[in-house]
């Protein structure tokens, strides 16, 4: 399919239950935490070119990237972290661009967490922000986690804000009510992504 709605929101915003809602409609997710994972894999340039880069000491016991000790690596060296985004964006692009295109259902749904802060929302053609208030996020992440509500809190704050995530909203999904609102609200854009992925073609 041709026709890609970028969904996004905060930490604990509700993406997965989204994308679960409509991948149960039969629409085809792609979600890019998974392909960054992939893109550094054993055998995988990236991988060869962070460890030529960082040496052994970047790798876990089984020879896996130790994604930990990375992104400590790159941390506080922004040259360091242009550098690994520059092995890996490219790629991860590469890799979403062509699951889109090979997805059989009618539009795709593509599960992009930092869409507005990475500047990826110019490459989908509607942006889905899922949105609860900030209390809400804190309460049902630490719930889900199990964790310190000031650990999502200060996870929070990297992120970008509500508002700058409406602002470059073109939907709307409101997931402050319960689960039962959620499908209605999902079934209802649903609807309109068939319509305007099928205009799209004519
Ligand atoms: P992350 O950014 O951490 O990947 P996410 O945006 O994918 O999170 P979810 O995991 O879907 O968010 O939701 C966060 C938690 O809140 C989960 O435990 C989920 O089951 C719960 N949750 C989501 N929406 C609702 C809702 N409407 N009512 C009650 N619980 C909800």
């Known amino acids: 399919s041709n026709f890609i709605v970028g969904l996004t929101g ?6 997965t239950q989204v994308s679960d809602r409509f991948a149960q409609l039969g629409i085809t997710v792609v979600d ?6 992939e893109v550094v894999e054993p055998g995988q340039p990236a991988f060869e070119a962070i460890v030529e880069r960082y040496g052994d000491a970047i790798l876990q016991a089984d020879g896996k990237l130790d994604r930990t000790a990375l992104r400590q690596r790159v941390f506080a060296d922004e040259g360091e972290r242009q550098w690994l985004n520059q092995q890996t964006h490219p790629r991860i692009r590469q890799r979403m661009l062509a699951q889109c ?12 967490p930092l869409l507005v802060e990475g500047g990826l929302d110019k490459l989908v053609h509607r942006v889905l922000v899922v949105d609860v208030p900030e209390s809400v996020q804190i309460a049902r992440t630490s719930a889900r986690d199990g964790n ?3 650990l999502v809190e200060s996870i929070l704050k990297r992120q970008a804000s509500r508002e700058q995530r409406l602002s470059a909203a073109d939907d709307i999904i409101d997931n402050s009510g319960d689960l039962a609102q959620l499908d209605g609200e999902v079934q209802r854009l649903h609807q309109s992504y068939l319509s305007m992925a099928e205009k799209q073609h004519v």
């Open 101 to 112: 295109q090979a997805a059989p259902s009618s539009y795709v749904v593509l599960v992009v």
């Open 32 to 37: 890019t935490d998974i392909l960054a994972r």
């Open 148 to 150: 310190d509500p000031e």
């Open 10 to 15: 905060g930490i604990g915003s509700g993406k």
